[in-house]
C-alpha cells in the first residue's frame, strides 16, 4: 500500500502537532489490520469528530534506524462531508484482552495502530510522570498475573522471563492538563485517544483532562549506619550534577542543556540524601559528576566546584567536612552528556577513612571497550580503627541508549551494547581475580545498566564473588524505572569472604517513584534510588 495514493473517508479522532487520526466508521473485518491513519498535515487542523474525506499517498514513516515503520497519508486533499460524523466506540484495554505474549502483543497493538482507545478508571500508574506529559499504568486485574511482581507502593518489577512485557502509556501535550503524579498514584477518570506509535512506543494520545488520586511517596532512611569496624559506602547518580548555570550560546542543544541544579536545589536534596537518609556513610561513590561549567563545549574537565558545592552543603547539615576525589576524564572521551566531562568519583569522611597513598587508577583507560564510556574508578580506603583496608571499584558502564524498541520488526529489544557492557565487566573481574590472588578486600558498586539477571553481570560476579542486591527480598530490588519496569541497574559485589563476613546491603527508594510536573525543567536529584553497603573490616574468627 505504501506509495499508492488512496481516497478514504473517516472521522478526525485526534490531532497531534504534525497531524490528526481519521478512523473508518466501521471496524474492519481483519482485527489485525488498523482500521484508522495517520494523516499528516502539519498546517491544517482538523476539526474533531468530523467526518472527513482525506485522499493522499500511503508512506511508512520510520522515526529510526530499526524503528517500527507506521503507514501514514500524506495529506493532499480534504473535504468536509459532515460538521459532526457518526460516534466512533473505542476499543477498551482491559487486563483480559492485552496479551502478555510479545509476538501476539505485536499484532494485537497492530491491529489498534492510529484506532481510537480507551482506558478505564483504577488503574494503577507505574511510573513517575516526566517532563514531556508521558503515563504508564498496569491494567489492574482481579488474579495476580503470572511474571507480574508487584512492589509495596503499586509499581511493577522487570519480568526477567519476559523483559518485553507491554504496559499502556499514554501522553498528555496539553500541559496544564497533565498532573504530576507519583508511581502507586490511581487513575480516577477514563483516558481515550487515538493509539499512536511514537519514540518506539505505542501511547493513547490523550486531548483532554484527567482526574488522578496522588500517591505519596514516604521519605525513607537506611538501617544501615557507620560502626567503629565496619565501612558504610553510598551509591548516589548525580544525574549530571554541575555548579554551572550553562550559556545557551555554549552547549550543543539549549533546550537540554541549560540546567541550574543549585538553584533548583538539587545540591540540597542530595546532601540531605547523605546526611539524614544515608546516615552519613564513611563513603559515597558518586556517578554522572559534571565539570565545573556544566554541558558547555570547552575544555575544562575538573569539577573542584561541583564538589565544593556538595561537600558545602552536608558540612551545613551535618558539621561532617567531606573530602572528594577523582581523576579527571579527557575531554569527550567518557560518553554522557556533550561538553560535562562526566565521571565516577567519591567522596569520603576524613574522620572515619583515609585513602592509602598512590592507590587512586583507572581501570581499562586502555582498553578499546572503554573508549566513549566512562573508566572505572579504583581508589583503596582504610578504615581508621582496624587500619584495613577496602578497594572501592567504581563504575557505569555502557548505557543502553541504542537499544531496539520492544516493537522493532527485526531483533526487538536487541540490545547492540551488550557486548561492550560484558567485556567491560570481564576486564573489572580480570582486576579482581588479581586483588583476590593478592588477598585484598574489594567492593565493586556503581551504575552497571544491567540488571542482577544479566549477562554483564554473570561475567563481573562469576563464581568467586557475591552480588549483594540478591540479600534483598526480590521485591526490593530495584533502582530505576524505565517505562514502569522497576529494576536493578547499581549492584554491590564482594568477594564471598567479605559476603559471609556479616555484609548488609539497602536501597533507600524514593527518586525512582517520584513524579516530575510536566512542562518543567526536571528537578529530580537522581534518576535513581540511593544505596547503601555496610561492610565489616574486621577480620572472621577462624
Not at 568477594?495 to 539497602?506: F, G, I, Q, S
Request: aromatic share 8%; proline share 7%.
Amino acid at each position: 500500500m505504501a506509495g499508492q495514493t488512496v481516497t478514504v473517508q473517516g472521522v478526525a479522532t485526534g490531532e497531534s502537532r504534525h497531524g490528526f487520526f481519521v478512523q473508518n466508521v466501521r471496524r474492519g473485518p481483519d482485527p489485525r489490520v488498523s482500521d484508522a491513519l495517520f494523516a499528516f498535515s502539519p498546517k491544517w487542523p482538523a476539526p474533531l469528530g468530523a467526518l472527513l474525506e482525506i485522499s493522499g499517498e500511503v508512506v511508512d514513516f520510520v522515526r529510526q534506524e530499526n524503528g517500527k515503520p507506521v503507514a501514514q497519508i500524506k495529506l493532499e486533499n480534504v473535504r468536509v462531508l459532515k460538521k459532526r460524523g457518526p460516534e466512533i466506540k473505542p476499543f477498551e484495554l482491559t487486563a483480559d484482552n492485552v496479551p502478555g505474549d510479545p509476538a501476539e502483543l505485536a499484532v494485537f497493538l497492530n491491529g489498534l495502530e492510529s484506532m481510537l482507545v480507551s482506558i478505564g478508571a483504577g488503574q494503577t500508574f507505574i511510573a513517575p510522570s516526566n517532563p514531556f506529559g508521558d503515563y504508564v499504568l498496569i491494567l489492574d486485574a482481579e488474579k495476580p498475573v503470572e511474571g507480574v511482581t508487584r512492589t509495596e507502593q503499586g509499581g511493577v518489577l522487570v519480568d526477567h522471563d519476559n523483559p518485553l512485557r507491554w504496559y499502556p502509556g499514554f501522553r498528555i501535550s496539553n500541559y496544564a492538563q497533565a498532573p504530576r503524579v507519583n508511581v502507586g498514584s490511581k487513575l480516577l477518570s477514563r483516558v481515550t485517544g487515538p493509539l499512536n506509535y511514537r519514540v518506539e512506543a505505542y501511547q493513547v494520545k490523550v486531548s483532554h483532562p484527567i482526574r488522578v488520586g496522588i500517591s505519596d511517596i514516604p521519605q525513607t532512611t537506611s538501617r544501615l549506619r557507620p560502626e567503629a569496624g565496619y565501612l558504610t559506602i553510598m551509591t548516589m547518580n548525580g544525574f549530571n550534577l554541575d555548579m554551572h548555570v550553562e550559556s545557551p550560546s555554549r552547549v550543543q542543544n539549549p533546550g537540554q542543556d541549560v540546567d541550574d541544579d543549585w538553584g533548583d536545589g538539587r545540591f540540597h536534596t542530595l546532601a540531605f540524601a547523605v546526611v539524614k537518609q544515608a546516615n552519613v556513610p564513611d563513603i559515597v561513590a558518586l556517578q554522572e559528576i559534571q565539570d565545573n561549567d556544566g554541558a558547555e563545549m570547552s575544555l575544562v574537565v575538573d569539577a573542584s566546584s561541583t564538589y565544593r558545592g556538595l561537600v558545602k552543603t552536608i558540612r551545613e547539615l551535618s558539621g561532617v567536612e567531606y573530602r572528594w576525589v577523582d581523576i579527571p576524564p579527557v575531554v569527550g572521551a567518557d560518553g554522557g552528556q556533550p561538553g560535562g566531562s562526566i565521571r565516577n568519583g567519591y567522596l569520603y569522611n576524613p574522620g572515619r577513612v583515609e585513602i592509602v597513598k598512590d592507590s587512586t587508577r583507572l581501570i581499562g583507560a586502555d582498553e578499546t571497550v572503554f573508549e566513549g564510556s566512562r573508566k572505572p574508578l579504583v581508589v583503596y580506603f582504610r578504615e581508621k580503627t582496624t587500619s584495613h583496608d577496602l578497594a572501592c571499584i567504581n563504575v557505569h558502564l555502557a548505557s543502553k541508549r541504542h537499544q531496539h524498541s520492544i516493537f522493532a520488526p527485526e531483533k526487538p529489544g536487541f540490545d547492540a551494547r551488550l557486548p561492550i557492557r560484558v567485556r567491560q565487566a570481564q576486564i573489572i573481574e580480570e582486576q579482581l581475580s588479581v586483588m583476590r590472588a593478592q588477598g585484598l578486600d574489594y567492593y565493586v558498586t556503581g551504575d552497571f545498566n544491567d540488571t542482577e539477571e544479566s549477562e554483564t553481570l554473570a561475567a563481573v560476579v562469576g563464581i568467586e564473588n557475591v552480588n549483594l542486591v540478591k540479600l534483598l527480598a526480590p521485591e526490593q530490588r530495584y533502582d530505576y524505572n524505565h517505562r514502569g519496569k522497576l529494576q536493578v541497574l547499581m549492584h554491590g559485589i564482594v568477594p564471598k569472604r567479605l559476603a559471609e563476613n556479616h555484609a548488609e546491603y539497602d536501597i533507600i527508594h524514593g527518586n525512582e517513584l517520584l513524579g516530575i510536573q510536566p512542562g518543567k525543567p526536571t528537578d529530580k536529584p537522581s534518576d535513581h534510588a540511593y544505596v547503601l553497603a555496610k561492610i565489616n573490616m574486621q577480620k572472621p574468627v577462624p
